[in-house]
């Protein structure tokens, strides 16, 4: 008998697990708490490896549009000194592995490859229950209910799903970030679009960082990195955009102007995000009925994989529920074996997880943390 498949978030990862469920000919239900696609700017660019983002675009047979939405170019890497040198500088030659593109389209794309109504907009989980015998109730904020026997929590950081299956909760990192936009940046912002270049650009100390890319249509999108305790944060007004452009500007007093630039040129806002992580390695025992993808099983501060992880797991999770059918226990089983060991060995890179090195990263470990990252994509190509 197939099994009613209910999803509670369509992010990447839940979305990715419909659309390979649905390559396999079984349905499923994504539950999401937005009212619709277009509520909340999807922001920012994603490079998505071929050791485990593209794996996932394969299985969903949606490599082709894939490569539609890819930007030429952007897998260029800079490493700069707060002062300006630059101490690395790779282009893109083609072979990267890890094309960029924009996560809101990257989102509609596996919302277009779905049948019409599998997503159910502002559907809001508040509760889960077990009902015993693998068989699960869900509660949304209008009242309404579901009852599945395959529960996928796929609903990010704070999912609703996991105290099903762990008593675990998001730690703040020690570290949190302050977004901006720099807009037409070649014209507008010339020095700050020559320091970040065609692709991403990092500049970092132990506990002041900043990463920026060069997306679509000439913008820069800037990330302050600070690594301060959450009422640190808290002092600062962020609703007083220039009051908090220039407290964040400050923190970052002789670096480059070309670099301060990225703060204190921001065409938007500044927006302050804190990162949370779940303890690496985080795990559970199996229980029937249920199981996590994505950031809702192991969240981790943002080292470049967690969208990608996203898509596999889902992947991953089609995929053995399609190779076992009848079977769910065996199904989530396979999948969580495999998906244990990997999101533990992610969280242990750079930014991830709280086992971080408290001084953080040099630039050097971060170039010779990029080359290895080629090594292993080299690898994983090969074999
Ligand atoms: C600043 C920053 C930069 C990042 N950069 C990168 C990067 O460059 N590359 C990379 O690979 N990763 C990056 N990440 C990590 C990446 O964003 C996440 O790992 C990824 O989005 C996880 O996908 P997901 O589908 O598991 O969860 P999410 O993307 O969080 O999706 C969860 C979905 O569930 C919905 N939802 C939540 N609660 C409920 C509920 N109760 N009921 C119903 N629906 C609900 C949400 O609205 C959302 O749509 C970054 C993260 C941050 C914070």
Same mark, same amino acid.
């Given at each position: 008998?197939?099994?009613?498949?209910?999803?509670? @978030?369509?992010?990447?990862?839940?979305?990715?697990?419909?659309?390979?469920?649905?390559?396999?000919?079984? /349905?499923?239900?994504?539950?999401?708490?937005?009212?619709?696609?277009? *509520?909340?700017?999807?922001?920012?660019?994603? #490079?998505?490896?071929?050791?485990?983002?593209?794996? *996932?675009?394969?299985?969903?047979?949606?490599?082709?549009?894939? @490569?539609?939405?890819?930007?030429? $170019?952007?897998?260029?890497?800079?490493?700069?000194? /707060?002062?300006? +040198?630059?101490?690395?500088?790779?282009?893109? #030659?083609?072979?990267?592995?890890?094309?960029?593109?924009?996560?809101?389209?990257?989102?509609?794309?596996?919302?277009?490859?779905?049948?019409?109504?599998?997503?159910?907009? $502002?559907?809001?989980?508040?509760?889960?229950?077990?009902?015993?015998?693998?068989?699960?109730?869900?509660?949304?904020?209008?009242?309404?209910?579901?009852?599945?026997?395959?529960?996928?929590?796929?609903?990010?950081?704070?999912?609703?799903?996991?105290?099903?299956?762990?008593?675990?909760?998001?730690?703040?990192?020690?570290? &949190?970030?302050?977004?901006?936009?720099?807009? #037409?940046?070649?014209?507008?912002?010339? !020095?700050?679009?020559?320091?970040?270049?065609?692709?991403?650009?990092?500049?970092?100390?132990?506990?002041?960082?900043?990463?920026?890319?060069?997306?679509? #249509?000439?913008?820069?999108?800037? %990330?302050?990195?600070? +690594?301060?305790?959450?009422?640190?944060?808290?002092?600062?007004?962020?609703?007083?955009?220039?009051? !908090? +452009?220039?407290?964040?500007?400050?923190?970052?007093?002789?670096? !480059?102007?070309?670099?301060?630039?990225?703060?204190?040129?921001?065409?938007?806002?500044?927006?302050?995000?804190?990162? %949370?992580?779940?303890?690496?390695?985080?795990?559970? =025992?199996?229980?029937?009925?249920? +199981?996590?993808?994505?950031?809702?099983?192991?969240? *981790?501060? /943002?080292?470049?994989?967690?969208?990608?992880?996203?898509?596999?797991?889902?992947?991953?999770?089609?995929?053995?529920?399609?190779?076992?059918?009848?079977?769910?226990?065996?199904?989530?089983?396979?999948?969580?074996?495999?998906?244990?060991?990997?999101?533990?060995?992610?969280?242990?890179?750079?930014?991830?997880?709280?086992?971080? =090195? &408290?001084?953080?990263?040099?630039?050097?470990?971060?170039?010779?943390?990029?080359?290895?990252?080629?090594?292993?994509?080299?690898?994983?190509?090969?074999?």
């Amino acid at each position: 008998m197939a099994v009613d498949v209910t999803i509670i @978030g369509a992010g990447l990862g839940g979305l990715m697990l419909a659309r390979v469920l649905r390559v396999h000919g079984i /349905p499923a239900t994504v539950y999401e708490a937005e009212p619709s696609p277009a *509520a909340r700017s999807q922001g920012g660019m994603l #490079d998505i490896h071929d050791y485990n983002g593209q794996l *996932a675009l394969k299985s969903a047979g949606l490599m082709d549009e894939f @490569g539609g939405l890819v930007l030429e $170019g952007r897998q260029a890497m800079r490493f700069l000194a /707060p002062g300006g +040198t630059v101490l690395f500088d790779k282009a893109d #030659d083609g072979t990267g592995g890890r094309p960029e593109v924009l996560r809101g389209e990257l989102r509609q794309m596996l919302l277009d490859s779905l049948p019409p109504g599998t997503v159910r907009w $502002g559907h809001k989980a508040v509760r889960v229950r077990s009902l015993g015998g693998g068989r699960h109730e869900v509660v949304f904020a209008d009242g309404g209910t579901v009852v599945t026997s395959l529960l996928v929590g796929a609903d990010g950081a704070w999912s609703r799903v996991r105290p099903l299956l762990s008593a675990a909760t998001p730690r703040y990192t020690g570290k &949190s970030v302050v977004e901006t936009y720099l807009f #037409d940046a070649g014209a507008r912002h010339p !020095a700050a679009a020559r320091a970040v270049g065609g692709g991403a650009m990092i500049a970092h100390t132990p506990d002041r960082d900043i990463f920026a890319h060069r997306e679509k #249509d000439d913008t820069l999108h800037a %990330y302050m990195g600070l +690594t301060e305790p959450e009422d640190w944060f808290a002092a600062i007004d962020f609703t007083d955009a220039a009051a !908090a +452009t220039a407290r964040i500007a400050r923190e970052f007093d002789g670096w !480059a102007p070309e670099l301060t630039a990225l703060i204190t040129d921001s065409d938007t806002a500044p927006v302050l995000r804190r990162l %949370y992580a779940l303890p690496a390695g985080h795990r559970w =025992d199996r229980v029937p009925g249920v +199981t996590l993808i994505g950031d809702a099983a192991h969240l *981790a501060a /943002p080292n470049g994989e967690g969208a990608n992880l996203a898509m596999l797991d889902g992947a991953e999770l089609g995929e053995a529920l399609a190779a076992h059918p009848g079977d769910t226990e065996a199904a989530l089983s396979a999948y969580e074996r495999a998906m244990f060991p990997r999101s533990a060995e992610a969280a242990t890179l750079e930014g991830g997880g709280h086992g971080s =090195d &408290s001084d953080g990263p040099t630039p050097h470990d971060l170039i010779a943390a990029f080359s290895r990252h080629e090594e292993t994509r080299q690898d994983a190509t090969r074999s």
